[in-house]
């Protein structure tokens, strides 16, 4: 008999084992990410990290052009002319006296630009120029490969696409320009190979970029065949070895 006010037995161990979790209630360990070709890329519950994107179609960031410096010092003879059919340059004296090797390298390195007045007046003035240029535009081909691989390489769609249209001019604007631009083509035509291939499918819908001519894609093509025809006899191998799908618009 145990005494009165004294205190209770404690549970005998019986020497079993505690009762475990059956497995299923186990606790599953986290997932780590870890990047590809390490030793832990290779361990169990690990999530191996994707490649970085490459950032080809990446548009770049823009910056202060010298046609906007010129331009804001008021060193072109150009002037805004309004009229019923929409906005066009008045030029302030003939442009076949204009001195091409100054002007006509600043108005190409307006290309980058993308605000008005500054865009407006580049591109209407190149195409002005290339119009009335004749024999003075040969001379400088070399002072415009810069300008035209910096708005190439600013990867922006309305920008490349106003740049493409002023090469297939400056190619028809002058005998041997598409000849003289051959040696350039591997500074020009690395962008081209990029978005060769950039179409606007829209299945059975209207593609209204078509008919302003806006499909990166189309003028590229345009343009490549542009360089063909007007290029001489190296002109495909020299765009072959650039662009290895180009398929030649001469030869087939």
């Known amino acids: 008999m145990e005494k009165a006010g004294s205190s209770p037995s404690k549970p005998v161990d019986d020497g079993c084992p505690p009762q475990q979790e059956p497995a299923g209630h186990e606790k599953k360990s986290k997932q780590q990410v870890s990047d590809g070709f390490t ?39 150009i002037a805004l002319d309004h009229d019923t059919k929409g906005n066009k340059i008045a ?26 007045p500054y865009e407006f007046f580049a591109r209407q003035g190149i195409h002005d120029m290339l119009e ?45 320009v598409g000849e003289a631009l051959v040696p350039y083509y591997r500074q020009i035509l690395p962008i081209f190979n990029i978005f060769k291939n950039v179409n606007v499918n829209l299945g059975d819908g209207i593609d209204y970029s078509q008919q302003k001519r806006e499909n990166i894609g189309d003028l590229i093509q345009e343009t490549l065949e542009a360089f063909e025809r007007r290029g001489g006899r190296h002109a495909y191998i020299n765009i072959k070895y650039m662009i290895p799908t180009y398929q030649s618009c001469i030869l087939n």
Not at 48 to 57: D, E, K, Q, S, Y
Not at 154 to 174: E, G, P, Y
């Open 91 to 116: 030029w302030k004296v003939e442009i076949e006296k204009l001195d091409y090797h100054r002007y006509l390298p600043l108005f190409f390195d307006g290309l980058c630009e993308m605000s008005f």
């Open 132 to 176: 009335h240029g004749g024999n003075k535009i040969l001379p400088v081909i070399p002072q415009l490969i810069i300008p035209i691989k910096n708005a190439l390489n600013l990867r922006n769609r309305q920008v490349i696409c106003i740049t493409l249209k002023v090469l297939q001019h400056l190619v028809m604007s002058a005998d041997m």
């Open 39 to 77: 030793v832990k890329a290779m361990m169990k519950n690990t999530v191996v990290r994707g490649p970085p994107l490459a950032g080809a179609f990446k548009e770049r960031p823009t910056r202060p052009t010298a046609f906007r410096k010129f331009y804001e010092r008021g060193d072109f003879p």
